[in-house]
């Protein structure tokens, strides 16, 4: 491979509206707030990545994170990239581990490089990471727990290509969020998977309650139930119920992920975890123990979910339904090419379209003056 040097790099702030009032933990957002950074090359060649930590999940928050990447403009241009990179094998540790970037510029610096990479080679970023990367990547619906209508739901996801969706619990009181789920697999019937999400809201009783309630139903998997982890191989022995690991993930090491009856999957955020090196080392790790890795979103603006769509089609061999369904929530993206869920898919030639037609007019440069 041709060496590929960095020739200049370029912040960008966005601030995207959204649809509809996100609420997080302890805040509601209105808009969304992140950085867009630009690597390029010599011949005009360049790759976007995305920073932006998201609001009561991340470990940083954006000023810092805006700091550092302005600090690393000045470290990493004029310098070579180094090669195999495109491996997630340990070569971006070695290259940027003296810097000690925060998780979501780790990642979106990690983005944008290999897109750099991967256009320098003429080649499609899925293609870059894996040979036998696929041409989309499913999605699992974020269904709403509050519908009093989950079979009309349902029905309208399966016309539209889903295979699998997601509920968010532990907002709720315990017995409505019991009998509401319920309703959720009852309209399911085994059609489309159906997948949990908890976000660590209960002690270990109430989640005992809850998972012992709907034990007989088809559940693929909880995500973090419990406010204390430790607990989880516990709950899943007594319930039956399968769990999964989220938010447990940035205490551990790849090499340190636990294998214990009952844990069905880890789910991959590369803006939370640290890039998409991590997350690879995550994913091949849950491989080997038998757990599915299922990656998903922080709620990224459209550039940051085209290079997760391009990492999803390279990450597993399998079509692993992704938390990807996100665009929906706002009302304008940083890019001019319609990039959008189709029968319950998105695509890596339209996550591309995506990434080649960023709307400067939405962003602001971040310049030293």
């Known amino acids: 491979m041709a060496r590929v040097d960095i020739s200049a790099i370029q912040l960008f702030r966005y601030t995207l509206p959204l649809d509809r009032p996100l609420a997080l933990?302890?805040?509601?957002?209105?808009?969304?707030?992140?950085?867009?950074?630009?690597?390029?090359?010599e011949g005009?060649?360049?790759?976007?990545?995305?920073?932006?930590?998201?609001?009561?999940?991340?470990?940083?928050?954006?000023?810092?994170?805006?700091?550092?990447?302005?600090?690393?403009?000045f470290s990493l241009t004029g310098s070579t990239i180094p090669e195999n990179l495109e491996e997630l094998s340990g070569g971006f540790e070695q290259w940027?581990?003296?810097?000690?970037?925060?998780?979501?510029?780790?990642?979106?610096?990690?983005?944008?490089?290999?897109?750099?990479?991967?256009n320098s080679q003429e080649r499609p970023l899925a293609n870059l990471l894996s040979d036998t990367a696929r041409s989309g990547v499913s999605v699992n619906a974020l269904l709403p727990l509050d519908s009093d209508k989950p079979d009309t739901q349902i029905s309208r996801l399966i016309e539209n290509g889903y295979g699998a969706?997601?509920?968010?619990?532990?907002?709720?009181?315990?017995?409505?969020?019991?009998?509401?789920v319920c309703g959720v697999c009852e309209a399911a019937a085994g059609r489309v998977s159906v997948r949990l999400d908890a976000n660590r809201a209960w002690s270990y009783d109430d989640a005992a309650h809850f998972l012992g309630a709907i034990a007989d139903r088809q559940i693929a998997y909880i995500e973090e139930p419990l406010r204390?982890?430790?607990?989880?191989?516990?709950?899943?022995?007594?319930?039956?119920?399968?769990?999964?690991l989220d938010e447990t993930l940035r205490d551990l090491t790849p090499e340190g992920l636990p294998a214990f009856p009952g844990l069905a999957a880890?789910?991959?955020?590369?803006?939370?975890?640290?890039?998409l090196e991590r997350s690879m080392r995550f994913a091949r790790r849950a491989r080997t123990l038998g757990v599915i890795p299922v990656l998903s979103?922080?709620?990224?603006?459209?550039?940051?979910i085209a290079g997760l769509v391009s990492f999803a089609a390279a990450m597993t061999v399998e079509d692993i339904p992704c938390?990807?369904?996100?665009?929906?929530?706002?009302?304008?993206?940083?890019?001019?090419?319609?990039?959008?869920?189709?029968?319950?898919?998105?695509?890596?030639a339209d996550a591309a379209a995506a990434i080649a037609s960023v709307d400067y007019r939405m962003l602001e440069e971040i310049t030293d003056a």
Do not use: N
């Open 25 to 41: 933990r302890g805040q509601t957002l209105q808009e969304r707030h992140g950085l867009l950074i630009l690597v390029s090359g």
């Open 228 to 244: 204390d982890p430790s607990r989880l191989p516990e709950l899943a022995s007594r319930t039956g119920v399968p769990v999964a």
């Open 323 to 348: 938390g990807l369904d996100t665009l929906s929530w706002f009302s304008r993206q940083p890019t001019t090419a319609p990039f959008r869920i189709r029968d319950g898919v998105l695509t890596v």
């Open 297 to 304: 979103s922080a709620v990224e603006s459209a550039i940051g």
């Open 165 to 180: 969706v997601k509920v968010k619990v532990g907002a709720g009181a315990l017995d409505d969020e019991i009998s509401r």
């Open 266 to 275: 880890v789910i991959v955020r590369p803006m939370l975890l640290g890039g």
């Open 96 to 118: 940027l581990g003296r810097y000690e970037l925060l998780p979501s510029v780790q990642c979106g610096l990690e983005m944008a490089v290999l897109h750099l990479l991967a």
């Open 44 to 73: 005009g060649m360049h790759g976007w990545g995305e920073i932006a930590p998201l609001p009561g999940f991340s470990d940083e928050s954006l000023a810092p994170a805006e700091q550092q990447a302005r600090e690393l403009r």
